[in-house]
């Protein structure tokens, strides 16, 4: 059961941690060029979202904020985990060795030794939907950031369509459409970081 605990967080945790380590952009880089498509008449672009989700501070500081989440519920959850199994191993020794007084006193150990898994269990329940209304949460606030970015950026850019890139979503792009780089710039200049000074340490490190 303390395995399956474990690996359930840690999948959990994982939401976009193993992509911010890369370095952050340069706030002076020019954009990327962009071009109206020759035969349809359509201004298109597109943004990688592998590169905004490495480079975007926001992104960053969140899954630092997940990661810290992650590891506190799993270490709570290792050490419940651990005192209920020193709790069962302690009553079949108890029980093997005759060492209970009486029936009813064995009966209420192991009593006593379910309601503790049944707490462990209502607890790993909790802190896997915190974690999970958390990443929620962090999915939203990226996407209503990139939303309202692209609303002013494209006021003089006047794309017609503007997709985004992950994975094969996209079979073939013209690196001309990309417009990733400028979006990135713009975001990281308009976030403003809440991070303390040891908490913006800890990012850095992974970059």
Do not use: W
């Not at 990327?32 to 905004?52: C, F, H, P, R, W």
């Not at 501070?57 to 199994?85: D, H, M, P, V, W």
């Not at 329940?125 to 949460?137: F, H, I, M, P, V």
């Not at 979503?169 to 040891?198: E, H, P, W």
């Amino acid at each position: 059961m303390k395995k399956n605990i474990i690996s359930t967080l840690a999948v959990a945790a994982v939401v976009a941690l193993a992509s911010c380590n890369n370095a952050s952009p340069k706030m002076d880089e020019q954009p990327a060029a962009q071009q109206e498509a020759e035969n349809t008449g359509l201004k298109i672009a597109y943004v990688e979202v592998d590169s905004l989700m490495s480079q975007y501070t926001f992104c960053k500081e969140y899954s630092l904020i997940l990661q810290r989440k992650s590891t506190n519920a799993r270490n709570t959850l290792t050490q419940k985990g651990n005192q209920l199994q020193a709790a069962v191993n302690n009553f079949q020794q108890k029980l093997n060795s005759n060492g209970f007084q009486s029936r009813e006193q064995a009966e209420g150990v192991q009593a006593a030794i379910v309601r503790q898994q049944n707490d462990l269990q209502e607890l790993q329940n909790r802190l896997e939907g915190e974690l999970a209304s958390d990443t929620q949460k962090f999915n939203e606030a990226l996407r209503d950031s990139l939303q309202h970015f692209l609303a002013v950026y494209n006021k003089d850019k006047k794309f017609d369509l503007i997709l985004t890139k992950q994975g094969d979503n996209i079979l073939l792009a013209d690196k001309k459409f990309d417009i990733t780089q400028d979006v990135i710039n713009g975001l990281n200049k308009r976030y403003k970081s809440t991070l303390t000074k040891k908490d913006e340490k800890a990012t850095d490190k992974k970059k």
